[in-house]
């Protein structure tokens, strides 16, 4: 159930003047994300005490708990997750990029300490964003791993995005690029933007690759991978369309990116959605066949 959209659809029927922007829909999304985690692996935190790891990684000071003699080193330190460093860090945010990495941190912890219940966690924060007017974020859930990745158009995400990220499992070097790729363009810094097209390209250059079973480059396999996606099911025009898709996706990477810098900021993630288009494609294709 979408209740973003419901609670503005409320709003605008109430007259209610809220500002949509992302900044002023942080404290309930800071509320719903840590009740979130107090009733998700809160209790997984605590009882392997990965609050340590967890200030480590941001360089928090904390209290120090070492001692020599006595029952210093008995006692409880903490018994509650109120009480933990993680719980004061996301409730004190005031900055949502700043609140977004701490609770990125989180996951990558819970991730190295294999928490059991990491589809279960996608699900509730995706709950959180879903239920949270202005907060566009997209959470990436594949195996152990959770990633975090600041949202465009939802549908595109969910179905070009965030479902290719997954499906590409089963191709960890494209699936590496293309995680890279996305990485990169949540930085938002436009110097490295080139980086991030080159990404893309190499992401989808192994799929092929990987599909085909060579080591050739993108341009070189595009007659064998038409081929291919005629011979998984395609539609002719769906294999003609694609022919002349990746022939200009192939001139630009060449022309604007490979050999230059002659793109612009607007294309970036229009790029992004077309080589997700590309490797969903592809992927539904393998699956089928």
């Not at 009882?47 to 967890?54: E, Q, S, T, V, Y």
């Not at 996301?90 to 701490?102: E, G, H, R, T």
């Not at 990404?199 to 085909?212: I, N, P, T």
Request: net charge negative; with cysteine.
């Amino acid at each position: 159930m979408d209740y973003s959209r419901r609670i503005a659809g409320f709003q605008k029927r109430w007259n209610i003047d809220v500002d949509p922007s992302p900044q002023s829909g942080l404290p309930a999304f800071r509320n719903r994300v840590l009740t979130c985690i107090d009733s998700g692996p809160a209790s997984f935190v605590l009882a392997r005490k990965l609050d340590d790891d967890f200030g480590f990684r941001l360089g928090i000071a904390r209290k120090p708990t070492s001692s020599i003699g006595g029952l210093g080193g008995l006692l409880l330190q903490e018994h509650f997750f109120a009480g933990t460093s993680i719980y004061g860090v996301l409730a004190a945010q005031q900055d949502l990029a700043q609140f977004v990495y701490s609770l990125q941190v989180l996951l990558w912890i819970l991730e190295e300490a294999e928490y059991p219940d990491m589809e279960a966690l996608a699900d509730d924060l995706r709950e959180a964003v879903n239920a949270t007017p202005g907060i566009e974020i997209a959470i990436a859930h594949r195996g152990s791993r959770v990633t975090l990745y600041p949202r465009g158009s939802k549908l595109l995400d969910d179905a070009l995005v965030n479902e290719s990220l997954e499906m590409l499992q089963d191709f960890p070097s494209a699936q590496r690029h293309f995680d890279k790729a996305l990485n990169l363009r949540m930085t938002k810094e436009r110097h490295l933007y080139r980086n991030l097209l080159d990404e893309l390209r190499k992401s989808l250059e192994e799929l092929a690759r990987a599909l085909l079973k060579n080591r050739r480059s993108l341009e070189n396999n595009r007659a064998g991978l038409l081929k291919w996606v005629r011979d998984n099911g395609a539609h002719p025009q769906v294999a003609s369309l694609l022919s002349g898709l990746l022939s200009h996706y192939e001139k630009y990477q060449n022309d604007a990116v490979k050999h230059g810098e002659n793109w612009s900021e607007v294309e970036v993630d229009y790029m992004v959605y077309l080589t997700g288009s590309f490797i969903w494609l592809l992927l539904e294709l393998d699956e089928t066949d």
